[in-house]
């Protein structure tokens, strides 16, 4: 009881220096090397902490969850777990060295601690020490021997060796074997610093005497407490035969490449026997250890020559090296062991792997170069050359591969990107290895680029035209306009808004309005092409970005005339008493004498103002012919004494629209050769008038009126010599060309009823008696009458109408028609009230 206290109390002794001992080679290699280093016992309890590796990679606690630690590596992740909470890296899994490494000196775990915001790599190793958890194992018991009566004393006969899958000190070092008076143990140390029992035979050995001998063979490791394992020696004496076989080689190394082909011949094993017959025939096997046990199925050895061939494929990456025990026996029952070392030499028969970490789609298409867009990871199997890879970006010139540690890349932008031009990358990573010859693979990454409001609004012209006819109803659409954007989603929605509200004299959302999605313009009331001849906007289109961008065009609206205005007589006027006006002819007058011309005028423009005269509801006696273009009436024949004295002629003027308009206007004519054969045909109150009485008034009056004209005329030439010299596109001016001479002929060629687009009307009036002309010239311009039309502004050209060759004053049209029409009939009333008291003052005196 006291022993086993005593045990217990020198094992709890011995963990607590181990764990000491644990602690300070675990901070020695941290301080010593500066790397993220640990050493670890194998079978360490399950959730107990290596370290805070928080603290050692110096991150906060507290934002340790935050950078999103995690442990990247195909083997260390099953055995290792980092708490987020308090930044512990602890054990996650039963951890048995003899499992993960062998029995070779060196284990270690390794893994990469990845880490985010901003992205790291920490390459963290893992010593695992060895703890002596498994005993000494012979595989073979019991141990058969079988021993020559003849043998000698001092001869050496070897045993099985014990296996311990411990390193190390906590390995197989001792044997020892149960007090015998004819055996004893002797240990034999191989060049790699492996220990094999021999038996000694002391006493020779008689087996008439005793035929069998069983032995116990016990191996001790270099625990603390050591561990033990034990064999039985199982001695048979048999006759002589005093030779045991040999093999030429103590061992056999051999090097043979991963592709060897299957039943391949590996090595041949020779072993001799220098004694004869059975005792000299030998029997090649494998011996029974536990690699063997393991490789058995993958290599095979004839017994009879040695020949050691390939069962299955070979691979490099399971097993880069095998070690085979193998035995000859000959027929006497001696055996003898060798070892054979097989190196598999590593081929370039795998490509490299590319894994995508971390990616980052769909990113801006205004990030900044140098932009972290991806991290990938390059693994290659292979080893050496074959497993050193290079990696690279092919058919792009926008990103870039630059390498993070290790075998992690990072993908960043190299140059700006623009998503109306390219809106996705197909990114293709190369990797080639180093081999002979080069294996590569090939990864694909698509990244998609986010839209930036970085277009604004784009029309297709800086100016659009579009002609709308008069008279439209209200509401109706008279033109659509269209902007496009580059972006996509709700950077490309355009909305659509008249920037100027108000033009000159007007505010211009009176007339039109905007559909602000759709851009069609619409008529807020019915135009009329004598008060607005054109609208020029400024329509602005902006997008819903955020900012939001903007552009602008100008639309200009030409309004087209329509036939709405009714002919305006101005001479003779029509706004008496009612009373027709009367003119006298002479009795004596020659055949196209002018006796008087009717002036009339229209509102409308183009082939909708052009006139034309007619008499309505005369016989065919009658002497008297008007002309259709000026309205001159003149006499057709020479009067005769038949002829009555009154004639009574209704004068019609219409104009050219469609449908026509006209108006008419009644003259009373005179034939006579003085005023007193006329007089009693006219109102009574002129003739009770006394003449001579009221001759001398009516001079001065007439003085006056001429005087008054000649100012009136000298003020409004001095006016239209300054207009001239201030002419602007939207008001004309009074022509100092007072002879304008237009081919009549080219009258013919507006006969099909579409005249050019009008501007400005001119007005001419004859200077004297027998050139009383009176007519109107506009510009000619093609005016398609067709709505929601767009047309180039190039197609304004100038005509002129035909006139007879004569005189002229041109008047603008600006000037208020009703101003213009009192004006022509005060100057023409004038003439005739002249004209007829001088007459009259004749015929009385």
Known sequence: MAEEKKHQAQKCWGIRWQVLFLFLLTWLCHLVTGQLQYSIFEEIRKDSVITNIAKDIGIDVKEFSFRKPRIVSRVSEKYFAVNLENGNLYVKDRIDRETLCGAVDSCDLTFDLMIANPLKVFNVRIEILDVNDNPPIFFHDPVMLEISESSMAGVHFYLQHAEDPDSGSNSVQSYKLKDSQHFTLSERTNGDGSKFPELVLEKSLDREAQSIYDLILTALDGGNPAKTGTALIKIIVTDANDNIPIFNEEVYKVSISEHTPVNSTVVYVIASDKDEGSNGQITYSFSKTAGNSLYIGIFSIDPVNGEIKTKESLDFEKAKTYELSIQAKDGGGLVTHSRVLIEIIDENDNAPEISVMSISTPIAEDSVVGTVIAIIEVHDQDSGENGEVTCDIVETETFILKMSSGSFYRIVTESSMDREKIASYNITILANDKGSPPLSNRKVITLDILDVNDNPPIFTKSTYVSYVPENNLPGASIYKIQASDLDIGENAKVRYSLNNTKAQYFSVSSFLSINIETGVLYAQRSFDYEQHKEFQVLIMAQDNGSPSLSSNTTLIIYIVDQNDNVPQILYPSKENDGSALFEMVSLSSEKGTLITKVVAMDADSGHNAWLSYHFIQVSELCPFS?????????TSRIFQEKDALKHQIVVLVKDSGEPSLSTTVSLSLFIANNMQQVLPKLSPKIIDEDPQSNLQMYLVIALAVISFLFLVTVVFALISKYKESRTSPSFGSLSTNLYSHVDPRMLSKYNSGTLTLPHA?????????????????????????????????????????????????????????????????FVLHGFQFLRFWSNLSESLV
């Open 626 to 634: 008007i002309n259709q273009q000026t309205g001159e009436i003149r």
């Open 761 to 825: 009307y001119n007005v001419c009036v004859a200077l004297d008696s027998s050139e009383n002309d009176f007519t109107f010239l506009k510009p000619i311009q093609n005016v398609p009458v067709e709505n929601l039309i767009d047309a180039d502004e190039s197609a304004h050209g100038n005509d002129k109408e035909s006139v007879t060759s004569r005189s002229v004053i041109e008047v603008s049209a600006n000037i208020p028609l009703y101003t213009l029409k009192h004006f022509i009939q």
